[in-house]
Each structure stands twice: as structure tokens, then as C-alpha cells.
């Protein structure tokens, strides 16, 4: 007589001298557990893959808010950098640092702010929060000078001078960056969704 406590193990039924119909009986008790847990790992496989899918679309969004700080940054650097030497070619009159600089810091700033705009619209998951913080910062950049002069705002922005002279002047890196940030998180907003 079978016991309902048998384990399963291979070996125990080797040590011990069944009839054909017991091997049978057990193989048939065996075979459900087996699929139970075949079917156990296949759902176990299919919630890792959905949590390795949504950490992947999180950290997406994660590395979209760092590439705006870096995009942002580099353009607040290159304004910087274009005023300093601005200021030393009133002292030493060279033209040609002055126009080179120019030309490769648009190329970089207009790169890095389209790389971003592509990974965002391209790679990265469509997420809401994203989206509105890309919108937001870039609305602020844009909208800076209309801040700035307003006598309810005026007064939060003047403790900032050298900032000020850049983001209140319509044709610098961090306008031109913002511009195309707040443009991104308008088209992640409004755009469909992808497969993602």
C-alpha cells in the first residue's frame, strides 16, 4: 500500500521493491507535481520579466532627468565660457578664439539638446512625470525675461546677477536648450505612446 507521504525521490523508489501497478500509481501522483511547478517557474519567469522591464522603463526615466541636467548645464557652461571670453578679447583683441569658440560651443550645446530630445522621444518610456519636468524647466528658461520684469516675480530673480545676465538675453545656449526642453516635454505629453 502506497502512502500519501512519499516524496518523489527517484532513489527511494529504486530502494524499495514496488509492484508495476504501485510505480504506476506514484508516476501518475508525480506527474501533476511536476507540471505545478514547471508552470510555478514559467510565472515566476514572467513577474521577473515584467519587474526587469519596469525597472528598465524607470531608470529610462531616470537617465532622461539626468541628460537634462547635463544638457543644461552644458549650455549654462558654454554661456560662461562665450562671456569670459568675450570680457578677454576686449583685452587682447582675438577675433578668431573668439569666433572658433562660438561655433563649436553651438555645435555642442545643439547636439547634446538633440541627443536628448531623440533618447526621450525615441528610447525612454513616455512617463507623465518626466514629461512634466521637462516642460516646466524648459518653460522656465523661456519665460525667464517675462519673469523677471514682472513686479510680483522681480524680486525673487535679483539677487542673481551673473545669472541674470545670461538667462535674460534671448540669444544665449541656456534660451536655445530650454526652448527645445520644454518642447520635448510637450511632444512626450502629447505624442502617442510607443511599444516602449
Not at 43 to 49: P, Q
Not at 65 to 74: A, D, H, K, S
Not at 84 to 91: G, V
Amino acid at each position: 500500500m502506497i502512502r500519501p507521504a512519499i516524496t518523489g525521490s527517484y532513489e527511494a523508489l529504486e530502494r524499495t521493491r514496488f509492484s508495476s501497478h504501485a510505480v504506476s500509481t506514484l508516476t501518475i501522483i508525480l506527474l501533476p507535481a511536476r507540471n505545478s511547478c514547471s508552470r510555478a517557474l514559467k510565472t515566476a519567469d514572467r513577474k521577473i520579466k515584467l519587474i526587469m522591464m519596469n525597472l528598465k522603463h524607470n531608470l529610462y526615466g531616470v537617465y532622461s532627468v539626468f541628460g537634462l541636467i547635463i544638457v543644461l548645464g552644458i549650455a549654462l557652461g558654454s554661456d560662461f565660457l562665450m562671456a569670459s571670453l568675450t570680457h578677454l578679447n576686449t583685452e587682447t583683441f582675438s577675433v578668431t578664439s573668439i569666433i572658433l569658440s562660438y561655433i563649436l560651443l553651438a555645435l555642442l550645446s545643439a547636439a547634446t539638446s538633440l541627443l536628448l530630445f531623440w533618447f526621450v522621444l525615441n528610447r525612454a518610456s513616455r512617463n507623465i512625470w518626466v514629461a512634466l519636468i521637462f516642460l516646466l524647466s524648459g518653460l522656465f528658461i523661456v519665460t525667464y525675461p517675462i519673469l523677471y520684469f514682472m513686479p510680483a516675480f522681480g524680486g525673487l530673480f535679483y539677487r542673481l546677477p551673473q545669472l541674470n545676465n545670461i538667462l535674460l538675453s534671448f540669444h544665449s545656449y541656456i534660451f536655445s536648450s530650454g526652448s527645445l526642453i520644454a518642447v520635448t516635454g510637450l511632444f512626450t505629453l502629447i505624442l502617442p505612446r510607443g511599444n516602449g
